[in-house]
Nanobody
Framework: QVHLKESGGDSVQAGGSLRVSCVVS????????IGWFRQVPGKEREGVAA????????YYADSVKGRFTVSEEDAKNTVHLQMDSLKPEDTAMYYC?????????????????????????WGQGTQVTVSS
């Protein structure tokens, strides 16, 4: 069973940077799609970015493209989300999620957009607050 643990959430000023991380339990770290999602109370969850661990393919929501970078640190079974040029509208609880199947050669993509529905394992979340 895979376990995910987020960390790094904090309060920052608009324009600042923050890195949140997701540690994936060592069982089957590779060949997974790891996604970052965010949610504000009362609003729908939004997919932010995703990475195919082991292959390096990355995907981003239009709202964060050019500002956020998702990366993998394989030696630590960790996926990072580097967030730059933060805006107050980036304030949310950030969750990492994962899925895998055999075989999985990339995150599921349709029409150039990565799909959120396959994610079946979730972390507890880490809060990011951006003040103006």
């Amino acid at each position: 069973q895979v376990h995910l643990k987020e960390s790094g959430g904090d309060s920052v000023q608009a324009g600042g940077s923050l890195r949140v991380s997701c540690v994936v339990s060592s069982e089957g770290y590779a060949h997974k799609c790891i996604g970052w999602f965010r949610q504000v109370p009362g609003k729908e969850r939004e997919g932010v970015a995703a990475i195919y661990v082991g292959g390096g393919s990355t995907y981003y929501a239009d709202s964060v493209k050019g500002r956020f970078t998702v990366s993998e640190e394989d030696a630590k079974n960790t996926v990072h989300l580097q967030m730059d040029s933060l805006k107050p509208e980036d304030t949310a609880m950030y969750y990492c999620a994962a899925y895998s199947r055999s075989p999985l050669v990339d995150c599921d993509v349709y029409g150039g957009v990565w799909l959120a529905y396959p994610f079946d394992t979730w972390g507890q979340g880490t809060q990011v607050t951006v003040s103006s």
